[in-house]
């Protein structure tokens, strides 16, 4: 066979780029270069084949799988290596670390030129020998990084001419967040997940003006005072179990930012705190509920029965219930409480979503009483599995490549 045809061929099995997340060294392309040597010279010499590289030693099933237990797998570090050598033409890097293999990061100090999205992640407790994260701080052209590590805070340190970021999504002291707030004033997109805070927040804290943000998610709603932000469009919040203490805080950043709000997504809010938030801002239109909290399913199930009928909230064109998890809420209630907005006078309702990522489904009249809802005029989004938790991910700005 032609090696032009077998390219062909090759290029139709690689899946498409929403299932990146699961690619392994067990499947294609780096199963083409087990056939035969022939077949390992064709795609070696392929370039579209390799666009996109993903190697997961955590797989199981993967040929090249290793305990992890006692670290990482000097093969992983060796091959690290090796791809190192071509970090100049990088443009996205998502990489799970361990302390292992932090040395070979030493390697991408002053070649990351063309990177633009990075995502790191710590799948182990960091030895305590890690100071930082020292590699990205030449990456010119990085607009969109992201960290994540559940342990303890290790600094990642970013470009020290930071006007390239408009997307920023690290979870560290708030402290560290503000300080590498001030040097990204381009910032479209951010989400400020508040962790590793050893000390009690002082009374008074600065600010600081993000006067480009769009969409914003923050873990800890005390936080909202730090921020000025005229341009905001989302909000994202967090109420936690204490909700007295999420309206004070935002009625404050309402004012100090007179920003034009027009989408809040809330996670396990309590229906007075929400419908007061609606109250005190009602350029708000789209309203998007997380459940992620079975200890709190009366207070959704509550919030659901407060939305029902428009004499609170008639200005809302959008309104979608998620449950992560194994969590659920009331379906018949939900479906009852979109008829009672369907069919009132003054309606402004357009668009519903109820997304159930795992646990109880909605019974079958539920299901058809919504699908009747849809064919009188209703935008009615309805997922369940997978599909449901990457839609949820959205709306409070996780980050969806990695």
């Not at 303890?152 to 970013?158: D, E, G, K, Q």
């Not at 006007?163 to 910032?187: A, F, S, V």
């Amino acid at each position: 066979m032609p090696p032009e045809l077998l390219r062909e061929i090759f290029s139709w099995t690689l899946p498409p780029i929403k299932d990146v997340d699961k690619l392994d060294m067990g499947q294609t392309p780096w199963l083409l270069t087990q056939v035969s040597s022939r077949w390992r010279a064709i795609a070696l010499s392929t370039p579209s084949l390799w666009s996109r590289i993903i190697i997961d030693y955590s797989q199981n099933h993967s040929p090249y799988s290793l305990s992890l237990i006692k670290g990482m797998d000097p093969r992983a570090v060796d091959t690290f290596k090796m791809l190192s050598q071509y970090s100049l033409r990088w443009e996205e890097l998502s990489l799970g670390l361990a302390s292992e293999l932090v040395p070979a990061l030493g390697a991408l100090r002053d070649r990351l030129p063309s990177l633009c999205r990075s995502w790191i992640q710590w799948n182990h407790p960091p030895d305590q020998g890690v100071a930082s994260i020292d590699c990205f701080q030449t990456a010119c052209s990085l607009v969109d990084i992201g960290i994540f590590n559940e342990f303890c805070f290790v600094p990642t340190l970013l470009p020290v001419h930071q006007l390239t970021l408009t997307c920023y999504k690290p979870d560290c002291p708030l402290d560290e967040h503000m300080r590498i707030l001030k040097q990204t004033p381009n910032l479209v997109e951010a989400r400020i997940s508040i962790d590793f805070e050893e000390h009690r927040w002082p009374d008074s804290l600065e600010t600081v003006d993000l006067l480009r943000l769009r969409r914003l998610y923050i873990s800890n709603p005390v936080a909202l005072k730090c921020f000025k932000v005229p341009a905001l469009d989302g909000l994202a919040l967090v109420e936690g179990s204490d909700s007295k203490d999420i309206l004070p805080p935002f009625q404050s950043f309402l004012n100090h930012s007179s920003c034009f709000l027009r989408r809040i997504c809330l996670v396990s809010p309590a229906a007075h705190t929400t419908t007061k938030l609606l109250q005190c801002c009602p350029s708000i239109t789209e309203l998007l509920v997380v459940h992620d909290d079975a200890e709190r399913r009366d207070k959704i199930d509550t919030l659901i029965l407060a939305l029902t009928g428009v004499s609170i909230t008639p200005h809302l064109l959008l309104i979608f219930f998620g449950c992560e998890d194994e969590n659920h809420l009331d379906y018949m209630a939900y479906l009852e409480m979109l008829k009672s907005r369907c069919t009132a006078e003054n309606c402004a309702l357009k668009s519903a979503a109820l997304l159930v990522a795992d646990g109880p489904k909605p019974e079958s009249a539920t299901i058809s009483g919504l699908h009747a809802l849809r064919e009188e005029g209703l935008d009615l989004l309805l997922l369940e599995g997978m599909e449901a938790t990457d839609e949820i991910d959205r709306w409070d700005y996780k980050t969806s490549w990695n």
